[in-house]
């Protein structure tokens, strides 16, 4: 990890001042899609909501309009159940979920049709800014803790990276994004 620190050189994550029902709602578009054709869906469910994006607006939004900008079936009924879960509040805004601990967090974020462990981590990283975090199911996250301290690349178990990083806390988070980074280029340095 330290030739990887030496390579990258600081620790450098932007996180994104989104809500949670905006993020949640871009998060759930890119799903499985090319960033440029999720880019294109966004925009037009953008569009569709008024440029305003909210719980309040995508209730009111037809379902034949949001399908038009190109919203698959699965996609659509995971937006109206986001959209009910915040208006409910199982799932706050941000700031109040900023108060929670991350397994509150991710135990409310996973009760929305279409967000699992892996989409509420990534929230907890690059919307919350949150420290300790560690997506050990994560596909790139194993693949380059594999070639780094497996020297196999032979892709390791969540469970091995979750061991091993144990001794990354309370900054497993940035662990995660030095990990990210050495697939970029040679983790010799």
């Known amino acids: 990890m330290a030739r990887v620190i030496g390579r990258v050189g600081p620790f450098a994550l932007k996180t994104q001042p989104q809500g949670t029902f905006e993020s949640l709602v871009q998060s759930i578009v890119y799903q499985q899609l090319h960033s440029k054709a999720a880019a294109a869906i966004h925009a037009r469910v953008v569009g569709a909501l008024g440029g305003t994006v909210s719980a309040r607006r995508l209730q009111s ?36 979920l900023e108060a929670l601990a991350e397994t509150e967090i991710i135990a409310r974020l996973t009760q929305v049709r279409g967000v699992g462990e892996w989409t509420a981590q990534m929230f907890l990283i690059f919307r919350l800014g949150r420290p300790d975090v560690l997506p050990s199911g994560d596909f790139a996250i194993r693949k380059a803790f594999g070639l780094l301290y497996r020297k196999s690349g032979r892709l390791p178990p969540p469970s091995a990276v979750e061991r091993h990083g144990r001794a990354w806390a309370p900054y497993r988070t940035v662990a995660s994004w030095y990990l990210w980074r050495s697939l970029d280029g040679p983790a010799d340095g």
């Open 61 to 96: 939004a037809s379902d034949s309009a949001l399908r038009a900008a190109g919203l698959s079936a699965a996609k659509l009924a995971a937006l109206r159940d986001l959209a009910e879960k915040c208006a409910s509040g199982v799932v706050p805004p941000r700031r109040d």
